[in-house]
Structure formats: structure tokens, C-alpha cells
């Protein structure tokens, strides 16, 4: 069975950073990628990044340039260093796991339980 486990989450001061962790475990068949997504209150949940099996990583515009996503695969471990902090990347914090199940698409399959990112002015 897999499970995502969050943590890292927290409250900070506006310009402030935190580190985002993400531990897996269990068996992903047709792994492609993972990612971090976000859903702020009263809002859908959106894309904040991603890493492919490759390296290759994806940023949302409105993250770009302040987040960074990484991995560390010998700790089955997928990080977020988010630094300058805005009152907008206020959320809870979602690790996903991305699978191929319809070629050639990439897809979340996985999610974990989340984690509060708060920022404050």
C-alpha cells in the first residue's frame, strides 16, 4: 500500500522560508513523477510543482523562482524549499505521486494527508 507522509509545514512570517518534506513508501507501479500541489480555503486545488522520473521539474508561474523542488531517492523522500514567503502561498500542502495509466499521460494517482502552510503579514 502506499502512503505519502507531509511535513515540514508550519506558520511564518511573510519573506520567511520553510522546507516542505514528503516521505513515500510502498510500491508505485508505472511511476513517472511527483509533486507538490496546493489548495488554499475557498479555492481548487492547483499545481505548485513537479519532478519527473527524469529530473525534469515544473514550476507554477506564481512560485517560480521562490520554490524548489528536489528529491532525495535513496530516502524515497520528495522536498519543497519555499523561500520569500507571501500571504498567498497560505494553503494546505499536498505531496502527490504521479503514475502512467493511459500512455502517454502522467497523472496523479497517490495523495497524502496534507499539511498547513500559513503565512502571515
Known amino acids: 500500500q502506499v502512503q505519502l507522509v507531509e511535513s515540514g509545514g508550519g506558520s511564518v512570517q511573510a519573506g520567511g522560508s520553510l522546507k516542505l518534506s514528503c516521505t513515500a513508501s510502498?510500491?508505485?507501479?508505472?511511476?513517472?513523477?511527483m509533486g507538490w500541489y496546493r489548495q488554499a480555503p475557498g479555492k481548487e486545488r492547483e499545481l505548485v510543482s513537479t519532478?519527473?522520473?527524469?529530473?525534469?521539474?515544473t514550476y507554477a508561474h506564481s512560485v517560480k523562482g521562490r520554490f524548489t523542488i528536489s528529491q532525495d531517492n535513496t530516502k524515497n523522500t520528495l522536498y519543497l524549499q519555499m523561500t520569500s514567503l507571501k500571504t498567498e502561498d497560505t494553503a494546505v500542502y499536498y505531496c502527490?505521486?504521479?503514475?502512467?495509466?493511459?500512455?502517454?499521460?502522467?497523472?496523479?494517482?497517490?495523495w497524502g494527508q496534507g499539511t498547513q502552510v500559513t503565512v502571515s503579514s
Open positions: 510502498g510500491y508505485i507501479s508505472s511511476s513517472c513523477g
Open positions: 502527490a505521486a504521479l503514475t502512467i495509466r493511459v500512455i502517454p499521460r502522467c497523472d496523479v494517482t497517490y
Open positions: 519532478i519527473n522520473n527524469f529530473g525534469t521539474t
